[in-house]
């Protein structure tokens, strides 16, 4: 059974940073695709920055280029989210979620809170 547990979330001043944590467990990811979503208040899901598991290569929404990292840790099943230059429209519930490198995500974390205070 895939789990997916996020950690890292708060609150933080705008211009402020954060790290989010996603412990991965319940299977080998290789060929998997790990993403980091959010979800606003009053908004729909969007997503944030994804990983491909096994290459390492990198997909960011505009939102966040040049201001958010993606990265994993494949020997300890983690993926990180740094995020800096933090802005109010930042402030989300944060999710962290993989499935297959060629198709849909199929496990999803519970999310953590990330507050952004202007």
């Known amino acids: 059974q895939v789990q997916l547990v996020e950690s890292g979330g708060g609150l933080v001043q705008a211009g402020g940073s954060l790290r989010l944590s996603c412990a991965a467990s319940g299977r080998t990811f ?4 790990m993403g ?8 729909e899901r969007e997503v944030v920055a994804s990983i ?26 983690m993926v990180y989210l740094q995020m ?4 109010p429209e930042d402030t989300a ?3 962290c979620a993989t499935g297959p ?10 999310g953590t809170q990330v507050t952004v205070s202007s």
Not at 30 to 33: E, P, S, V, Y
């Open 84 to 87: 800096t230059s933090l802005r």
């Open 30 to 33: 290789t060929n998997f695709r």
């Open 93 to 95: 519930l944060y999710y």
């Open 52 to 77: 491909l598991w096994t290459s390492a290569r990198t997909y960011y929404a505009d939102y966040v280029k040049g201001r958010f990292t993606v990265s994993r840790d494949i020997a300890q099943n």
């Open 36 to 43: 980091w979503f959010r979800q606003p208040p009053g908004k």
């Open 101 to 110: 490198a060629s198709g849909a995500y199929a496990y999803w974390g519970q």
